[in-house]
């Protein structure tokens, strides 16, 4: 299996500006995550989805920010407008199972950069 | 409100030397308790879990984690460390039902030659 896919894999721009992040989750994994990792706050769960379902988001900073997840392999990230804090790595994970009990797998990340 | 705490956000130690990341956590009930490491401009990847079977876990490259209750920690540990085990750790928890991991804030291990 391919693993879990992220691109891009480095987005540089310039604040006002509308971000697209995108996610593929492994085949068959009825869960899938995104976290915002930066140093101050660490990694933060934004948002959740159990069958394409969003289940959680409370974690998401501000309107700015929505995600959706038309089908089961492909889920986006897009912040309008994008603002210089907005600056950290965005991680995709998916998993099946139960939460926890079950192991997640994490994209490599999109580094995202607003200027 | 329930919580995981990593103590020390960097640990550096000796080529050889034993490897020891503090991992507590704040739970009345008993959580389910996961290492994952990440390696410099990758994603996470699980290290080992503990899902209330026994109580000492032993993971990939070596390293191996007990769960003490009474003292609410399961640090993680390695006997001989590695120049290629510098990398962030996280301690990360579930502590009910079918709800998201939460991770603590990590940890960067260094490695000196």
């Given at each position: 299996?391919?693993?879990?896919?992220q691109?891009?894999?480095?987005?540089v721009?310039?604040?006002?500006?509308?971000?697209t992040?995108?996610c593929?989750?492994?085949?068959?994994?009825?869960y899938?995550?995104?976290?915002r990792?930066t140093?101050?706050?660490g990694?933060e769960l934004?948002?959740?989805?159990?069958?394409n379902?969003?289940?959680?988001d409370s974690?998401?900073?501000?309107?700015?920010f929505s995600a959706?997840?038309p089908?089961?392999?492909?889920?986006?990230l897009?912040i309008q407008p994008?603002e210089?804090?907005?600056?950290a790595?965005?991680?995709c994970?998916?998993?099946s199972?139960?939460?926890n009990?079950?192991e997640?797998?994490?994209g490599e990340?999109?580094r995202?950069t607003v200027? | 409100?329930q919580?995981?705490?990593?103590?020390g956000?960097h640990?550096s130690?000796?080529?050889?030397?034993?490897?020891l990341l503090?991992?507590?956590?704040?739970?009345?009930?008993?959580?389910?308790?996961?290492?994952?490491?990440q390696?410099?401009?990758?994603?996470l990847?699980?290290?080992l879990?503990?899902?209330?079977?026994?109580?000492?876990?032993?993971?990939?490259?070596?390293?191996?984690?007990e769960?003490?209750?009474?003292?609410?920690?399961?640090h993680?540990?390695?006997?001989?460390?590695?120049?290629?085990?510098?990398?962030?750790?996280?301690?990360a928890?579930?502590?009910?039902?079918n709800t998201?991991?939460?991770?603590?804030k990590g940890t960067?291990?260094s490695?000196i030659?």
């Amino acid at each position: 299996d391919a693993g879990v896919i992220q691109s891009p894999r480095h987005e540089v721009t310039e604040m006002g500006q509308e971000v697209t992040l995108r996610c593929k989750p492994i085949s068959g994994h009825d869960y899938l995550f995104w976290y915002r990792q930066t140093m101050m706050r660490g990694l933060e769960l934004l948002i959740y989805f159990n069958n394409n379902v969003p289940i959680d988001d409370s974690g998401m900073p501000e309107d700015r920010f929505s995600a959706k997840m038309p089908n089961a392999s492909f889920s986006t990230l897009k912040i309008q407008p994008s603002e210089p804090r907005d600056s950290a790595v965005y991680f995709c994970a998916s998993g099946s199972g139960r939460l926890n009990t079950g192991e997640l797998f994490f994209g490599e990340g999109s580094r995202l950069t607003v200027l | 409100a329930q919580s995981v705490t990593q103590l020390g956000s960097h640990v550096s130690v000796s080529e050889g030397a034993l490897v020891l990341l503090r991992c507590n956590y704040s739970s009345s009930v008993p959580p389910y308790l996961f290492w994952y490491v990440q390696y410099p401009n990758q994603g996470l990847q699980l290290l080992l879990k503990y899902t209330s079977a026994a109580t000492l876990v032993k993971g990939i490259n070596g390293f191996e984690a007990e769960f003490k209750k009474s003292e609410t920690s399961f640090h993680l540990t390695k006997p001989s460390a590695h120049m290629s085990d510098a990398a962030e750790y996280f301690c990360a928890v579930s502590f009910s039902g079918n709800t998201p991991l939460v991770f603590g804030k990590g940890t960067r291990l260094s490695v000196i030659a």
